[in-house]
């Protein structure tokens, strides 16, 4: 049978939400500077979403536009995901969350993403290889002590300059609020002479 594409879309899209677990969704919006809404009809199948919005999306889970296309047959050609243009959202079989954790394994191999990947690794574990590799007697070592030298720069550097930006802003509030109050006491000065 025959899917859609805003229907394998959908069904791609779900998987790969379903995937990256809690506030995916919101991740994705932000990220991609999605409206929440939009992004949520889409999900839902309420809209297709533009093709500018879909590239974004797919570009969001490192794949093409064409991949998210192909995971979404796939998906639907197993019938793990029913979606139905005529019904509000989609609505998943019992065992779909299971089905959709396999559905990847099938003809098109799809690799999980570094995001992904980053979010089940631990904070700690990624700081544990980050002092193995400090630790170490090779080039990596200075590389990535450079590396980190440079992130902190500038994170200080972007830091500094909101600082540097709030404390304009307060300046430039203390003078307009001097200037009000001068020109108050000129005009008072007028009237009494």
Same mark, same amino acid.
Request: hydrophobic share 35%; aromatic share 6%.
């Given at each position: ?46 809209? +297709? ?22 995971l979404g047959r796939s998906i639907l050609g197993r019938g793990d995901l029913e979606i139905s243009e005529g019904k509000k959202g989609n609505e998943q079989k019992p065992a779909a969350k ?5 559905? =990847? @394994?099938?003809?098109? *191999?799809?690799?999980? +993403?570094? @995001? ?9 574990? @990624?700081?544990?290889?980050? *002092? ?54 000129? =005009? ?6």
């Amino acid at each position: 049978m025959a899917q859609s594409v805003t229907n394998q879309f959908q069904a791609a899209l779900t998987h790969l939400l379903t995937q990256e677990g809690r506030g995916a969704q919101s991740r994705l919006a932000g990220q991609q500077n999605i409206d929440r809404g939009y992004l949520n009809a889409i999900i839902k199948g309420r809209k +297709p979403g533009s093709e500018e919005v879909r590239a974004k999306i797919a570009g969001h889970f490192n794949m093409t536009y064409e991949d998210m296309l192909a995971l979404g047959r796939s998906i639907l050609g197993r019938g793990d995901l029913e979606i139905s243009e005529g019904k509000k959202g989609n609505e998943q079989k019992p065992a779909a969350k299971d089905n959709i954790a396999r559905a =990847d @394994k099938g003809v098109i *191999v799809f690799k999980s +993403p570094k @995001k992904f990947q980053e979010a089940q690794s631990g904070f700690s574990e @990624k700081i544990m290889k980050v *002092v193995e590799i400090l630790e170490s007697d090779t080039i990596y070592r200075d590389v990535l002590a450079e590396l980190i030298d440079a992130f902190h720069e500038s994170v200080s550097t972007k830091n500094d300059n909101l600082k540097l930006r709030n404390q304009m802003k307060e300046m430039e509030s203390r003078i307009a609020s001097l200037e009000k109050r001068l020109v108050a006491e000129k =005009d008072d000065a007028q009237k009494f002479a």
